[in-house]
């Protein structure tokens, strides 16, 4: 069975700070998604992750994949408020009759002005 | 876009009694889910669908039932609600493999 293990749980960070966010997951995968979730809203997809040394970036936001570790980071450059959130890594595990997605417990960032 | 809605934002309902939460896609997509989502937990996935009445138990299915009788909806069923599934719940639906989530339902038993 496939376990991912998200790190920290909770994020309180400055204006203008960088800081990573990690995901590590127990399994070979095909592939790894992060997904950003509001207070009180659903879970938005913002990067899917599709082999080794992968990398996406959008706006301060930069991930990667390194299938190798079975890690995936997001990076977080200069946050501003706009990013506070809670962030999930969720990855494909090829298990049964159809594709299953298992998350991480999700990190609660909290940006700070 | 992908649409998923979900029929309730906010309900409350007593122990014992028997709670339907309605999830609908307007993407014709094959495959849908619910996932309970708790504090610390993460998301955690309760049944899935594959097809039109096809189910499959996801990690925590107890407790729980499902209904696929058309592919747009996804029903989730609490034959008895008790107080430990207070939680949000949250349906999403995909085609390949990427899920496109509903607003979600928080749902209190008291």
């Known amino acids: 069975e496939l376990k991912v293990e998200q790190n920290p749980l909770f994020l309180s960070m400055q204006e203008g700070k960088n800081y990573t966010i990690y995901c590590n997951y127990s399994t070979t995968s095909d592939r790894l998604y992060w997904y950003r979730q509001d207070p009180g809203k659903s879970l938005e997809s913002l990067f899917v992750l599709l082999s080794n040394g992968a990398v996406k970036q959008e706006g301060r936001l930069m991930a990667s994949l390194d299938t190798k570790a079975r890690l995936s980071t997001l990076h977080i450059t200069a946050a501003v408020h706009d990013l506070s959130a809670t962030y999930f890594c969720a990855v494909v595990w090829n298990g049964g009759a159809t594709n299953k997605l298992i998350f991480g417990t999700g990190t609660l960032l909290a940006v700070q002005p | 876009d992908v649409k998923v809605t979900q029929s309730s934002r906010y309900l409350v309902k007593r122990t014992g009694e028997k709670v339907f939460l309605e999830c609908v896609q307007d993407?014709?997509?094959?495959?849908m889910f619910w996932y309970r989502q708790d504090p610390g937990l993460g998301l955690r996935l309760i049944y899935f669908s594959y097809d039109v009445k096809m189910k499959e138990k996801g990690d925590i299915p107890e407790g729980y039932s499902v209904s696929r009788e058309k592919k747009e909806r996804f029903s989730l069923i609490l034959e008895s609600a008790s107080t430990n599934q207070t939680s949000m719940y949250l349906c999403a639906s995909s085609y390949g493999y990427e899920q496109y989530f509903g607003p979600g339902t928080r749902l209190t038993v008291t």
């Open positions: 993407m014709d997509h094959e495959n």
